[in-house]
């Protein structure tokens, strides 16, 4: 077995999700402004357009290699030359084999979606920039696997700056579908150039089966469970999108953009780390127990009063930002609503999902995820039936909430606690939407907003003073040691 020191990984793991969350947060705040920007300058069909092809797209994403990457981070012993190649052929056997049928069917795809000229570019755009991001799969293997997170953000950096400000310079030009397909090419050919600069490896074509059998024992099954979270996710938008209009997706493409930045800022940096650091810990299930609750712990009081927030404000952003067209995505408000609920169940639940995949348990989670796919294909045509676009995102919060059934099957493998990490963040939270709830009918202007907001979150954070005054200071503490 490949020696991992417990203290190492746990000080690799929290110095990652600094770097991350540090050197993210100011390229999340720019796509924050390049989301702003689209949705003041388009109308929704140019973005329910983008919301289409992208679906399409990350569709074929999941197949590109049946989960052999994730066999490589989770894999006990010390990874091979040999094994890296065998990896790397076959992802770009199977890249190859999805990226030409998709290229050349892509005329009947936009048709089909009613994508117009400029929607099949953008579609061709991404089938391309696909292909690109296949080739990034071992260094970023490898980074990850050595939770060397510090350099891992920086190719991610790269593309996140360039693609907005293309982004934003081509719709502000008017350039509308089009600034699309030209800033996601450029984005992923950065991305590209950087990550073999950081992390180059000796790239080689080769095959050994008993290598390929060995990894996709736990490959494909892992792999599955994320083609089912595709199709519950991703691929059923291409079904609303079929029998919604594209001004309708796009609110709803709106509603998850601005629900879902929560995790794209906080929860996303930390599940990330979670996987390759529960792996090189799955030798030590006390120390396991310890690191899962820590990570609900920091999840949830992060978490929490950002979704609050969400849920309250939304509406007075959306009618007091200074500019008049923003007005039209209020009919996303309720999809925001059951979006941000999705977001909190979520930030609970995954955590835990990582933790039985990185112990090996993988077919436990497969399982779970086909309940959760076959519940979402059930239930989003009647709900939209019944409440129409709205439907969808109730759906997802239904589904969502059957996921908790994970905990108690995870506590077979070890005994850690649920809810006494997430209690007093929960508490908290609650605090802040009695005091939001009772004072938000004094919003009456943008700068009323943000004073509100502000408000919300100083009234959050005294509560967790005074709710979990011994948890903050052991994590203040434990910070300060790592820094020395």
Same mark, same amino acid.
């Given at each position: ?49 983008? &919301? ?60 089909? #979606? ?48 360039? #693609? ?66 595709? &199709? ?6 291409? #079904? ?30 930390? !599940? ?5 650091? #529960? ?23 992060? !978490? ?13 952003? !959306? ?166």
């Amino acid at each position: 077995m490949e020696d991992f020191d417990v203290d190492v990984v746990a000080k690799k793991s929290v110095k990652g999700f600094f770097a991350l969350s540090s050197r993210t947060f100011l390229v999340k705040v720019l796509l924050i402004i390049t989301n702003f920007v689209l949705t003041a300058k388009l109308e929704p069909s140019v973005f329910g357009v983008y &919301v289409v092809s992208s679906s399409i797209v990350t569709f074929l994403v999941y197949f590109q290699d049946i989960g052999l990457a994730a066999s490589l981070i989770q894999k006990k012993e010390a990874i091979t030359k040999e094994e890296l190649r065998t990896t790397f052929s076959i992802q770009q056997l199977i890249v190859l084999c999805l990226i030409i049928p998709a290229l050349l069917f892509s005329p009947q795809i936009a048709s089909f #979606y009613h994508l117009q000229t400029s929607g099949l570019y953008l579609l061709i755009s991404l089938l391309l920039s696909f292909f690109i991001s296949s080739l990034k799969t071992i260094p970023t293997v490898i980074l990850e696997r050595n939770l060397n997170f510090n350099k891992l953000v920086i190719p991610d950096i790269v593309e996140n700056v360039t #693609y907005a400000l293309c982004l934003i310079i081509f719709v502000l030009l008017g350039f509308n579908v089009w600034a699309f397909t030209i800033a996601i090419f450029i984005r992923s050919i950065s991305g590209l150039i950087v990550i073999y600069k950081i992390q180059p490896w000796s790239i080689g074509i080769s095959f050994d089966f008993g290598i390929f059998k060995k990894l996709v024992s736990f490959g494909l099954p892992f792999q599955t469970n994320s083609i089912l979270a595709l &199709v519950k996710d991703n691929l059923i938008m291409l #079904y609303v999108a079929r029998v919604l209009p594209l001004s309708l997706v796009g609110q709803i493409g709106f509603a998850q953009k601005l629900s879902f930045l929560p995790s794209n800022l906080i929860m996303d940096n930390i !599940i990330r780390i979670t996987f390759p650091s #529960y792996s090189r810990l799955q030798h030590d299930r006390a120390m396991l127990k310890n690191v899962i609750e820590k990570s609900l712990f920091l999840i949830a009081i992060l !978490i929490f009063p950002i979704i609050v927030s969400f849920i309250m404000l939304s509406k007075p952003f !959306i009618l007091y930002i200074p500019l008049s067209k923003y007005r039209q995505w209020q009919g996303a408000l309720t999809s925001i609503t059951f979006f941000s609920l999705n977001i909190l169940i979520a930030s609970v639940t995954v955590p835990i999902t990582n933790f039985l995949n990185a112990i090996g348990k993988v077919k436990i989670t497969l399982y779970l995820m086909i309940f959760a796919t076959a519940l979402t294909w059930i239930f989003t045509p009647i709900f939209i039936r019944i409440y129409g676009y709205n439907g969808f995102s109730f759906t997802t919060l239904l589904v969502a909430a059957s996921l908790l059934l994970i905990v108690p099957i995870a506590k077979r493998e070890v005994s850690f606690s649920f809810f006494k990490p997430i209690v007093r963040p929960f508490l908290g939270a609650v605090v802040m939407f009695a005091y939001l709830f009772l004072t938000l009918n004094f919003i009456n202007s943008f700068l009323l907003f943000i004073i509100e907001a502000v408000f919300g979150l100083v009234v959050y954070a005294f509560a967790m003073l005074f709710l979990a005054r011994a948890e903050i200071k052991e994590i203040v503490s434990y910070l300060k040691s790592i820094r020395k």
